[in-house]
């Protein structure tokens, strides 16, 4: 028996990132969703959080996108956002994952006094930051 052709969706997310066109083929996953490891508590919160997790990603990219070559490290961002890392950090991975952020290879000091990984926006992310909301300069 022959299965029926598989109709044409496109899979593109709020930044117009086409998730297919790199590897993922789910938008109900992770980084389109916030990810959990387990499920029970860990999966309730990822679920609780997704609704504000996409508004919150779209401020952190702006952000980044802001910073322009210079990057952040993600508790810059959320000190400049005026928000806990615990938010903004998360984000920051699931922005990665989906190739609108990239490490510049450099760290900086935290507030904690560790070394952070400094990060700046792609192409990619400048061109979805530009097109959902523009970036503040």
């Known amino acids: 028996m022959n299965a029926a052709p598989r109709p044409e969706v496109s899979s593109a997310d ?3 990132f086409d998730s297919d066109k790199v590897g993922f083929d789910r938008r109900d996953r992770y980084p389109h969703r916030p990810g ?3 499920g029970g508590t860990s999966r309730t919160a990822a679920n609780s959080i997704s609704v504000y997790a996409e508004t919150k990603r779209r401020d952190v ?3 980044f996108v802001a910073a322009g070559e210079r990057g952040l490290t993600p508790d810059t961002c959320a000190k400049a956002l005026n928000l806990s890392v ?3 950090r998360p984000r920051c991975t699931e922005l990665l994952a989906a190739g609108l952020l990239i490490p510049t290879g ?3 000091q935290n507030q904690s006094g560790m070394s952070a990984a400094v990060l700046k926006a792609t192409e990619a992310g400048i061109r979805a930051a530009n097109k959902n909301g523009g970036c503040h300069e």
């Open 14 to 16: 709020l930044f117009g």
């Open 36 to 38: 959990f490891k387990r």
């Open 61 to 63: 990219l702006v952000e």
């Open 86 to 88: 615990l938010t903004v």
């Open 106 to 108: 450099e760290r900086r």
